[in-house]
């Protein structure tokens, strides 16, 4: 039996989302939409988990020592 959470759906997006797609899908050099939509969706579920966590999310910068706190 399959998973039915695997099936696959059309999801609509405004044409700036569907710009950025298309920008990351090159800057990654992914053909499947799919791949960094699932990528950027889990790299969002990690944050929440972590802000509801107490944890901080954000970038650091090695050249300046600086952490940079990302707002979601």
């Known amino acids: 039996m399959s998973d039915p959470s695997a099936s696959p759906v059309t999801v609509e997006v405004n044409g ?3 710009r950025l797609l ?9 053909a499947d939409s799919t791949e960094v939509l699932s990528r950027a969706l889990g790299v969002m579920d990690t944050m929440l988990s972590a802000k509801r ?8 910068d090695q ?3 600086r952490f ?3 707002a979601i």
């Open 53 to 60: 966590n107490g944890r901080r999310v954000g970038v650091y």
């Open 63 to 65: 050249e300046s020592g």
């Open 22 to 30: 298309v920008k990351l899908m090159a800057e990654m050099k992914i």
């Open 16 to 18: 700036t989302a569907a």
């Open 68 to 70: 940079i706190d990302v």
